[in-house]
C-alpha cells in the first residue's frame, strides 16, 4: 500500500536524486527497516547507501535493473470512470472489524505477488495482506457469502481505488468477484476507479478488461536489499 500516511520517519537522499521514506508500516509486519522510493523515469540500478535494510522501489515505466534485485514486478495501472449509482449496492455490506475468516483468505492471496516471490519477506507477508484490512481502506463483503469473497477499496484522493480483491478457493469461478465489484462499483460515487493489477497475473487482467477497465500506464517494482 502507497499510503503516505504510513511513510512518516526518516527520509534519506538516495544518489542525491531521490528520497527513500521509511514505511514504518512494512518495516514493522516485517521485522526489517524498509524503505520506499518512486520515481517517474529510468533510475540507476546501484544499491543504495542508506540505513534501510531493503528499499522498494516503484519507477513509472518498465524497465529491466542493471543490478541484481528481488520481486522484480511489471505492473498495470487501470482505470474505469465511475459509473452512475444505481440500487446494485443494496447486498453489499461492510463489517467494521474484518473477522479472521477474511483476513485468512487475504493472507492467501498474497501468493503470487512480489512479497512471495521475496525469499526474505515471504514467510511475514501473509500478515501484511491481513493487516491491510484493518487499516483505512474499507472492506466490502457479500451478505451471503460474507465469509467467502471481499473486496478492499481506498481512496486516492477523490479516485477510489480497488486494493485487493479475493475469493476463498473452492467458490472461485461462482462470480462471486464479479458480482461484488459490479455492486461496490455501482453503490460508491467516484469520478473513476482505479486498480493496480500484475502483468503476469492473465487472469486477473482479463477480469479487470472485461469489466470495462483499461489499461492507462504501466510501472516496475522490484526489492533491492542493502
Not at 502483468?199 to 477480469?207: L, P, S, T
Request: glycine residues 8%; neutral net charge.
Amino acid at each position: 500500500m502507497e499510503d503516505g500516511s504510513r511513510l512518516g520517519r526518516p527520509a534519506v537522499e538516495w544518489a542525491g536524486r531521490m528520497t527513500v521514506v521509511e514505511s514504518k508500516f512494512d518495516s514493522d509486519v516485517f521485522g526489517y527497516r524498509v524503505g520506499k522510493v518512486e520515481m517517474g523515469s529510468r533510475p540507476p540500478f546501484w544499491r543504495p547507501h542508506t540505513p534501510f535494510d531493503v528499499v522498494f522501489v516503484k519507477v513509472d515505466e518498465w524497465v529491466y535493473p542493471e543490478v541484481h534485485v528481488e520481486a522484480l514486478d511489471y505492473r498495470y495501472e487501470m482505470e474505469l470512470p465511475g459509473k452512475p449509482l444505481s440500487s446494485g449496492g443494496s447486498f453489499i455490506r461492510a463489517p467494521q472489524t474484518p473477522p479472521e475468516t477474511l483476513k485468512q483468505l487475504a493472507r492467501e492471496a498474497f501468493v503470487g505477488s512480489r512479497f512471495f516471490r521475496d525469499e526474505r519477506l515471504r514467510e511475514k507477508a501473509p500478515e501484511l495482506y491481513a493487516r491491510w484490512l484493518e487499516g483505512e481502506g474499507r472492506c466490502w463483503t457479500l451478505p451471503d457469502f460474507a465469509d467467502d469473497a471481499f473486496l478492499l477499496q481506498t481512496w486516492d484522493g477523490d479516485v477510489a481505488r480497488i486494493s485487493l480483491i479475493a475469493v476463498r478457493g473452492q467458490r472461485r469461478g461462482e462470480g462471486l468477484g464479479r458480482k461484488l465489484m459490479e455492486g461496490v462499483l455501482s453503490s460508491i460515487p467516484a469520478p473513476s476507479w482505479k486498480v493496480c493489477v500484475s502483468a503476469g497475473n492473465v487472469q486477473a487482467v482479463q477480469f479487470y478488461l472485461s469489466a470495462g477497465f483499461k489499461i492507462v500506464s504501466c510501472s516496475t517494482a522490484y526489492h533491492i536489499w542493502a
